[in-house]
């Protein structure tokens, strides 16, 4: 089911803006927003792992959501992500525990004017304390003796109580530490305006820390959960709240790991090895033109079911996506500008006041939208629903007076065809680029009216044109296409249920090659601002790489309603 806009989800939405306006006005950064509970830099997430800065807007309050953004704009604005990379340790838990450190240092260093900001930082704090504690978390000998320490080191740098609720029950544990970390204690309250020195104090007592959990024999288990194998049920839970994963290449080139710099610099010189075997085709010649006529048929049976109300979808889009425009003139009004034509009538009728003249105005679309689809192989199980929804859409927004287009991407081969075949008989040469041929498809294009263009949109029926599909150069391709018209306003809708991939180009070069390189399409048309894309998952969440995204359950039953959201989600401004 689709997630309409106007009812919690909305209400989330402005949550997250307001969230996002908060750490910009204190960092000064103005690239920064949430996406999906993470701070983001354009469409990268930020490297902060402390678990009390992760949010949810759909779950949590507004405060608890307030006291998340306060703590992230402390560690921007007062610890240096380059020195803390360096120093920071490369061990599982001696790295969380030196992020938390390091966060519990930036928090300690609100300004003392700020007493609403100190709260919200203590809330938050607080709040995520006393969910670790309800989880149950505390109940093994690992979950009890991190979560000691860290109320321990809250306490000690920040200058602020433990938390009331739980002070009983880390008395004992508190009792047996302090002893070994005392020294180290002291080293981090006097040394926090220090970043390297309270590091080296950090490091310490995170390594002290891992000691004793060696002792108790509790490492292994901790070891398990870093590198996803079983655990016992604490500490798998605990693992829940140390992510280290999906982090951002400048996290992961700070942990030295060759692989990922490989691939990092493989997203600059991302390239096709051949461009040779490379089509760009009409989806209607691709197909029988009997056949093509069948596949239209089935198409209007079963949008004749869902009975969607297109004029009202149509209106839906003109106020959102419209231009006022000039439109010559209504005369023989009652005011406005005197009409010289009429200057006797005004001296022989003095009583008529139906002589003036005024610029008439009328609503024009002056946008562009085009929906780019994904016709990779796990999408031949969506594809009523997608040829549905745009088939639909597309003759609404023609009603509404937009220019539109439909494309559609996919390979010639499967795992790389004749380039890869190329590439073999050249010996394998290292990082090659993408190793497929791309096929970008045109169902119809931007000249081409709805009812001529029909039933060639009907080809999205032909199971045999989805293969692979590689997403950041058919973005490039469908985003120039669009930037020639000439409009105020141009629109991409990706439409897709995940990630990119073709078999051929990750073996060669690495599981993130693709994705990386449609992050890196992404950020740059977003920096560009010539194109505004957006992502339709289709049963899945696609915020890992769009900044504005929204999601369809195919299985639910489509109607006006459904329909009517997504086209006010398309045409929503945004900022």
Not at 30 to 48: D, E, K, M, W
Not at 64 to 75: K, N
Not at 227 to 248: H, I, K, P
Not at 475 to 491: E, G, H, M, Q, T
Request: proline content about 3%.
């Amino acid at each position: 089911m689709m997630k309409p806009l106007h009812d919690s989800a909305a209400t989330a939405v402005g949550r997250e803006r307001l969230c996002a306006a908060v750490v910009r006005a204190y960092t000064g950064d103005a690239a920064l927003h949430y996406r999906a509970g993470r701070l983001c830099r354009q469409v990268r997430p930020l490297p902060l792992f402390a678990p009390h800065l992760r949010s949810d807007a759909q779950q949590d309050d507004f405060a608890s959501l307030r006291g998340a953004a306060d703590c992230a704009a402390m560690r921007l604005v007062h610890s240096d992500a380059a020195l803390h990379r360096q120093l920071s340790p490369d061990a599982y838990v001696e790295r969380w525990l030196f992020e938390m450190f390091e966060q519990i240092r930036c928090e300690s260093l609100a300004p003392p004017g700020m007493s609403g900001l100190a709260a919200n930082l203590r809330n938050r704090f607080e709040g995520w304390s006393r969910a670790y504690h309800r989880a149950g978390l505390v109940d093994s000998q690992l979950g009890i003796l991190i979560y000691t320490v860290l109320q321990v080191v809250w306490s000690r740098v920040t200058g602020s109580r433990v938390l009331e609720e739980t002070e009983d029950l880390i008395e004992a544990t508190r009792a047996g530490i302090v002893p070994t970390i005392g020294v180290c204690l002291t080293g981090l309250r006097r040394n926090r305006f220090d970043q390297r020195g309270y590091a080296q104090h950090a490091r310490e007592l995170a390594h002290r820390v891992t000691s004793k959990l060696e002792q108790a024999g509790a490492m292994s288990l901790a070891d398990a959960a870093a590198d996803g194998r079983d655990a016992d049920d604490a500490l798998t839970s605990f693992s829940l709240w140390v992510d280290f994963e999906g982090t951002d290449e400048a996290f992961e080139a700070g942990n030295a790991a060759q692989g990922t710099r490989v691939a990092n610099l493989s997203v600059q010189r991302y390239h096709a090895y051949t461009t040779q075997f490379d089509r760009e085709v009409s989806a209607g010649a691709l197909v029988r033109q009997p056949l093509l006529r069948e596949y239209r048929e089935r198409l209007d049976e079963r949008i004749a079911r869902c009975g969607f109300n297109i004029a009202r979808v149509a209106r839906a889009l003109e106020v959102a996506l419209s231009a006022p425009q000039r439109d010559g003139w209504s005369f023989g009004e009652e005011a406005g500008r005197i009409d010289g034509r009429r200057l006797a009538q005004i001296v022989s009728s003095p009583a008529e006041r139906r002589v003036f003249v005024q610029e008439r105005v009328r609503p024009r679309g002056d946008c562009a939208i085009g929906f780019l689809i994904d016709c990779s192989a796990s999408m031949k199980a969506h594809v009523d629903t997608v040829a549905v929804l745009v088939d639909s859409l597309v003759r609404a927004s023609e009603h509404a007076g937009l220019t539109t287009e439909i494309q559609g991407f996919t390979t010639l081969a499967w795992n790389g065809g004749r380039a890869r075949m190329q590439w073999l008989g050249k010996g394998r040469p290292p990082h090659p680029g993408r190793l497929n041929e791309t096929c970008h498809m045109v169902f119809k294009a931007a000249d081409v009216g709805w009812r001529r263009a029909r039933t060639d949109i009907a080809a999205l029926f032909k199971a045999d044109l989805f293969r692979e599909g590689v997403d950041g150069e058919a973005i490039d391709w469908s985003c120039r296409r669009l930037a020639a018209r000439a409009v105020s306003r141009r629109i991409l809708v990706v439409i897709s249920d995940g990630s990119p991939m073709d078999a051929a180009t990750s073996q060669a070069n690495g599981p993130s090659y693709l994705d990386d390189h449609l992050k890196d399409v992404l950020l740059r048309h977003e920096s560009v601002r010539d194109v505004e894309i957006l992502g339709l998952g289709m049963g899945c969440d696609l915020s890992t790489f769009y900044r504005h995204c929204t999601t369809v359950d195919p299985a639910a039953p489509l109607d006006t309603k459904r329909l009517l959201d997504l086209a006010q989600w398309i045409g929503q401004r945004r900022g």
